[in-house]
């Protein structure tokens, strides 16, 4: 979540950089993805085997998120970046991948937007099982809204942490695709998808 560390004092800067190529391919593939969800029939409603009724306990699935919400804060909030003990080893390590014949936009920014999205793919999942009647981009709209906190967060409270646009990208795409896992989930075991209910049959 945390930019290249450097030591130079703390720049206000206000303007927003713009999202990085690599960021656009993983919105790509997220639209597309998207798409194909959108044309898929709706499943229809089949009683949940027992294996996987513990998807349906919503309370238990928002003890989860709040849970979840503790180590998220620690790595957002952490007064430097999270990369940074590890930030030289890791561009010797992709220098040499690059020597190697690995392609060049396997780098550093890659590496660091990948793990803001698998960062945030966790958070979409539980909140789509803790709030089973929301639709994926209601999910992926609470995404944006987390991480637009923790980036204005890193903005105003923490000087040695850099905001950015395609930060919010990333981890909204994270959000996205864990509440498309979590709808998969759901229909494997033969839950009634994400924004609808179960026959009133079926409930009582």
């Not at 593939?29 to 009724?53: F, H, I």
């Not at 040499?96 to 890659?110: A, T």
Request: aromatic share 12%.
């Amino acid at each position: 979540m945390g930019r290249h560390w450097r030591e130079q004092p703390r720049q206000y800067d206000f303007s927003v950089p713009l999202p990085r190529p690599q960021v656009m391919r993983y919105v790509l593939l997220v639209l597309l993805a998207l798409s194909a969800l959108g044309t898929a029939p709706a499943p229809c409603y089949v009683p949940p085997e027992a294996g996987v009724r513990f998807l349906l306990h919503q309370r238990l699935w928002q003890l989860v998120l709040v849970a979840l919400a503790i180590p998220l804060a620690f790595i957002a909030f952490w007064p430097s970046p999270v990369d940074k003990p590890v930030s030289g080893e890791l561009a010797a390590v992709l220098t040499f991948l690059h020597r190697h014949g690995i392609p060049r936009w396997f780098n550093y920014g890659f590496v660091e937007a990948s793990a803001n999205i698998v960062l945030f793919i966790p958070v979409g999942f539980v909140a789509a099982l803790a709030f089973s009647s929301k639709r994926w981009w209601q999910i992926g709209g609470f995404g944006m809204l987390v991480s637009g906190c923790i980036e204005l967060g890193q903005l105003l409270f923490l000087h040695d942490r850099f905001a950015s646009l395609s930060d919010i990208m990333t981890n909204t795409s994270g959000t996205v695709i864990g509440a498309l896992l979590a709808a998969w989930a759901t229909k494997k075991g033969g839950l009634p998808p994400f924004g609808s209910g179960p026959p009133r049959s079926a409930r009582s």
